[in-house]
């Protein structure tokens, strides 16, 4: 099985192997984030935690894949099949 981690920018992280353990760390990043005017925390820590939970629950892994996708839309960067075609149409 493939390591599960998650890429934000040019950093990687790593996730526990245990789903049990990543949808732990997922609730714990989220209730911490609640408590983000406290010092240390941070209301950061909500979205780090929906997307841990996002590996391994349907509904948010969804959620994630359609904010992906209006963000490359709204962007303007090329989708992958539109990079795709502009890739083969430099080959010709």
Request: proline fraction near 5%.
């Amino acid at each position: 099985m493939a390591p599960r981690e998650f890429k934000i920018g040019s950093w990687r992280f790593k996730l526990p192997a245990s789903r049990i353990a990543r949808i732990g760390l997922g609730v714990v990043l989220i209730l911490a984030g609640v408590l983000g005017f406290l010092p240390i925390l941070g209301f950061w820590m909500i979205p780090l935690g929906l997307l841990v939970i996002s590996y391994d629950i349907a509904v948010a892994r969804k959620a994630r894949r359609k904010l992906t996708v209006w963000w490359h839309r709204s962007n303007g960067q090329p989708s992958a099949k539109q990079r795709g075609d502009k890739a083969r149409s430099e080959k010709e």
